[in-house]
């Protein structure tokens, strides 16, 4: 008689952090992920094949949220870590599930359920001990390709660094610290000019912040003025993060008409 076994349980979509990423850019244009299909069940009650699931790698510093509230489901601060968002569906069951005393072959079967299904967004706040800010062509990239084994790119006009670079520095053989390059802030930042929310995010993290400002006179900037502005930007984003410690760093005084 009909001996058919359970199907299998559809797959996980799983996030695992990945330290090598440090953006999401590898996610923008798919929107929708799934776990495979779990296999029908055999004959001779053999349970199906649960279906693979799908994980999607991601950075370190990660944010979850549910794209309906805004609320933050999880925050995906260390390396290698696993969370999963959503559960496959559970396998139907095999028509020998019916067999009673009274029926004794059975052709009636159930249909798997399906899995579970969420709207969510993802956001990156970096991990990092120090943040690299100042404003645009202040010098954000040499320096710390200069202190870290970061090779960013590098060029003489503003916004050339649109993502931050992430950096080790070595103390001695048994010390070191992350250091992150911040794109170039502009007056505003905290109401989200120039991109600002989204780049002024990534300090929140941060123990210290090197204030780094342009002392040449090719860009027309003066640092002082440049450093009020910036510190105003951070104060009215966060002043958490206004608290911050700061060290400054004065860029560009090798340049022949440094002030």
């Known amino acids: 008689g009909p001996d058919g076994g359970d199907g299998g349980k559809g797959g996980n ?7 090598n990423l440090s953006t999401l850019m590898d996610l923008r244009y798919q929107k929708l992920y799934c776990g495979e299909n779990g296999k029908p069940g055999g004959k001779r009650e053999m349970t199906g094949k649960s279906g693979k699931n799908c ?13 309906e509230t805004g ?4 925050d995906l601060n260390e390396d290698y870590q696993s969370y999963v968002l959503v559960e496959g569906g559970k396998g139907g069951r095999g028509n020998t599930r019916f067999k009673s005393s009274v029926i004794r072959a059975p052709r009636k079967f159930e249909n798997g359920a399906s899995g579970e299904k969420k709207n969510l967004f993802l956001e990156l706040k970096l991990l990092a001990d120090v943040a690299i800010i100042g404003f645009p062509n202040a010098g954000k990239s040499t320096l710390i390709s200069k202190i870290s084994n970061a090779r960013p790119k590098i060029d003489d006009y503003p916004f050339t660094t649109l993502t931050p670079n992430l950096g080790v520095v070595k103390t001695d053989d048994f010390r070191s610290f992350v250091i992150a ?20 995010k990534h300090t929140e993290r941060t123990r210290i912040l090197v204030h780094l400002l342009d002392f040449s006179v090719e860009n027309d900037r003066d640092p002082v003025s440049d450093y009020h502005t910036l510190q105003n930007e951070l104060k009215q ?11 400054l760093v004065a860029g560009k005084v090798d340049h022949p008409e440094a002030e």
């Open 181 to 200: 390059d911040i794109p170039g802030l502009v007056e505003g930042a905290h109401q989200g000019k120039g991109l600002g929310h989204r780049f002024l």
């Open 237 to 247: 984003f966060s002043e958490k993060l206004f608290l911050k410690p700061q060290i």
């Open 13 to 19: 979509v799983i996030l695992q952090t990945d330290s």
């Open 55 to 67: 994980v999607v790698k991601i950075p370190v510093g990660t944010l979850v949220h549910d794209l």
């Open 71 to 74: 609320e933050m489901i999880v």
